[in-house]
């Protein structure tokens, strides 16, 4: 157990949350639609903004509101959530500060880091490219890239994108946590691993890493002509009207994030996972991003089923799809120094649970699980 884990162990023991006053729980305005956006942007983001809950979501409002509440209260929680089904928002409230402070309240615009969630938007963005047809999804990903090991020649795209390249995953080598506070460059990242041996052969295991992820944004950049960044806000956040979204570079306007309650986390700089969890989002872009996934605004729709289809074990591009209350279920966490986070689409239900979290000891698992089987009990 090293140094900053028996800090984090210790915080929880004694109780810091005391440093970090609770704060009410804060209601955001409605959902609305993107100023300056066509309306053929984003249709069913206007309708889902203009869309009121059932009445008898009232009660799933207040069950889901008392549970966050308790948590927060108990230190075991500090976010934001946003839950929604049939098109409408059944509720979307902040908790806890966004601040060491405590004079900032979480609430549904907040910005925190998403972590692992940015894989979502790296796979849009490749899937985006596949559809201009300037990157197949079969092709060696050596062809878009400088300067590939010899061992990197059978590792195509699809491979990066369902975690099957056999590649070595970076943030488990040990210079990582030393560094992760220091500013890099996609390059110095790739070269962390470019020498290392495969861990199996491409295409043979299914095996989280963010190596993958972070050769995928790299070529995001060649292929695309821009930066990584730069390309999402063109291509993605601009489109959808998400202005609380980005790629998170300085940390300005991110919400503080705690390895403990009442312990602020170490800095972590975003550009050290790049596209394999370096974005800020709040819940209500969130959401835009999550009705939008309905619709071809984005993508074809043949494209946009194949990010949803498991390519190895449970799988897809970007996504993981599994079952939650008898629902299939489309979903991705996320955790890192600071945050815990999870969003959780389930198509069939039409409902969608989003939790986003500035407190890493925060089971967000455990979080969209009560939220999501509350939502499903409503009648609604």
Known sequence: MNARTVIIVIAIVVGLWALLPVLAPQQGPVLSTWPGGSAGTSPVIRGAAERQPAPDSAQTVAAIDQYLSG??????????????????????????????????????????RLASISKQFTAMAIMQLVDRGQIGLDTPACE????????????????????TSGLPNFTDFGSYEAT??????????????RDQPLLNEPGAVYRYINSGYVLLGVIVERVGGTNYGEYLDEHVFGPLGMRESGYDLGGAGVAQGFDAPGLPC?????????????????????YRWDQALYTSALLPDDLRAQMFTPQAGSYGFGWIITQRGGQRSVEHPGLMSGAATQIVRLPEAGATVIVLSNL???????????????TLDDGG
């Not at 959530?81 to 500060?97: D, E, F, T």
């Not at 878009?144 to 975690?163: E, F, G």
């Not at 890493?360 to 509350?374: H, K, P, R």
Request: charged share 10%.
């Open 71 to 112: 948590l927060t209260t108990s230190g075991q929680f500090s976010g934001a959530v946003l839950v929604a089904k049939n098109g409408a928002v059944v509720i979307a409230r902040g908790y806890g500060a966004a601040d060491a402070a405590g004079s900032v309240p979480n609430s549904p615009e907040t910005r925190f």
């Open 360 to 374: 890493y000891t925060a089971n967000v698992e455990a979080i969209a699980s009560q939220l999501v089987a509350l």
């Open 266 to 286: 170490a800095v972590l700089h975003a550009s050290t996972l790049f596209a394999s969890g370096g974005l800020y989002s709040s819940v209500r872009d969130l």
């Open 144 to 163: 878009y890239l400088d300067s590939c090991p010899a061992a990197w020649q059978r590792i195509t795209v699809r491979h990066l994108l369902s975690h």
């Open 180 to 193: 992760m506070a220091q500013p890099t460059t996609p390059e110095d990242l790739v070269a962390r691993f």
